[in-house]
């Protein structure tokens, strides 16, 4: 099983629409969570960290679920410029420095 | 944009020639790092440095070598460079390596192709 994992895609989205990602991690003792996004032919940048309580940032809503080990991503009302790959990131402590994993992302296009 | 830059930005090279692609920051992060990116696989890390001098292996290091001589400039090298290694490169910063510290910040990436 692999770390990360994420449902690769592509979801095909109506401009306006809402849509929501999951991504599921396999290490209970993992730390911290992020969601980055990558166009094509770009380097990933960061869109938002993931809190425990939930958090907002615009018309993104992360979430994340310890028990279930999984994080989400919902996009409101979904522009054309939001097509792109999201990639689900994860990390813990391993011996001294940070142990980043990469999900192999989810790639989203929104539709005129 | 964080201040990251690779160089080159692409490259095409033959099998067993040695290959160095440079990470040059102007943030004074103290971390940095090497990924590449392959299809189906997400960014997996190469190597990594905490500081000057300081670099350790991350979880696809066989047949790379890192070196940091200054704080802002991390080199990956391919010894002998295999089709195996035709992938993207990237290299990131980050502040800080804890939980809470600063997030990853990713250079424009290198695009190498072996043949």
């Known amino acids: 099983r692999k770390e990360v994992e994420q449902d690769p895609g592509p979801f095909n989205v109506p401009e306006g629409a809402t849509v929501a990602f999951n991504c599921t991690y396999s290490n209970s003792a993992s730390q911290s969570f992020f969601w980055y996004r990558q166009d094509c032919r770009k380097e990933p940048k960061l869109l938002m960290s993931v809190y425990s309580s939930g958090n907002e940032d615009g018309r993104f809503t992360a979430q994340l679920n310890r028990a279930s080990q999984y994080i989400s991503l919902l996009i409101r009302d979904s522009k054309l410029s939001d097509s792109a790959t999201y990639l689900c990131v994860v990390r813990k402590d391993s011996g001294g420095y940070q142990k980043v994993t990469f999900g192999t992302g989810t790639k989203l296009q929104v539709i005129p | 944009d964080a201040g990251i830059t690779q160089s080159p930005r692409h490259k095409v090279t033959e099998t067993g020639t040695p290959v160095t692609l440079r990470c040059h920051q102007t943030e004074n992060h103290r971390y940095m790092y090497w990924y590449r990116q392959d299809p189906g696989h997400g960014l997996r890390l190469i190597h990594y440095s905490y500081g000057v001098k300081d670099t350790d292996k991350g979880e696809v290091s066989d047949g790379y070598s890192v070196s940091r001589s200054k704080t802002e400039d991390f080199l990956l090298t391919l010894e002998s460079a295999t089709s195996s290694q035709t992938s993207v490169y990237f290299c990131?910063?980050?502040?800080?390596?804890?939980?809470?510290?600063?997030?990853?910040?990713f250079g424009p990436g290198t695009r190498l192709t072996v043949t």
């Open positions: 990131a910063i980050s502040e800080s390596s804890q939980p809470r510290g600063t997030e990853q910040y």
